[in-house]
Nanobody
Framework: QVQLVESGGGLVQAGGSLRLSCAASGRTFRTYTMGWFRQAPEKEREFVAA?????????DYADSVKGRFTISRDNGKNTVYLQMNSLTPEDTARYYC???????????????????WGQGTQVTVSS
């Protein structure tokens, strides 16, 4: 079992930045592909970014965040990060960290591919 705890959310003005962190328990973090998803009220959970577990692991981003968000990981700290720049009100949502333990060379964008989820952290961007 893996526990994921997100932090770093908050209220920020449009154009600002936030860095989300997701700390994972357990010794096998380095074997998980990690993803970030978000969900706004009355909307479905949507893919934001993901990073593969393998050396030089691939990253993938939703078109809506490309060039503004950066995902990274520190296996020594069992932590994955999401640096968010140039935030807009449309980025307002609850952000969730997720882990895919399939150990396949893939970076999944479907939430169904992920096995473990955190409780989320709220990001609110004011105009």
């Amino acid at each position: 079992q893996v526990q994921l705890v997100e932090s770093g959310g908050g209220l920020v003005q449009a154009g600002g930045s936030l860095r989300l962190s997701c700390a994972a328990s357990g010794r096998t973090f380095r074997t998980y592909t990690m993803g970030w998803f978000r969900q706004a009220p009355e909307k479905e959970r949507e893919f934001v970014a993901a990073i593969g577990w393998w050396s030089g692991g691939r990253t993938d981003y939703a078109d809506s965040v490309k060039g503004r968000f950066t995902i990274s990981r520190d296996n020594g700290k069992n932590t994955v990060y999401l640096q968010m720049n140039s935030l807009t009100p449309e980025d307002t949502a609850r952000y969730y960290c997720a882990a895919d333990n399939a150990q396949e060379l893939r970076v999944a964008i479907s939430p169904h591919a992920y096995d473990y989820w955190g409780q989320g952290t709220q990001v609110t961007v004011s105009s």
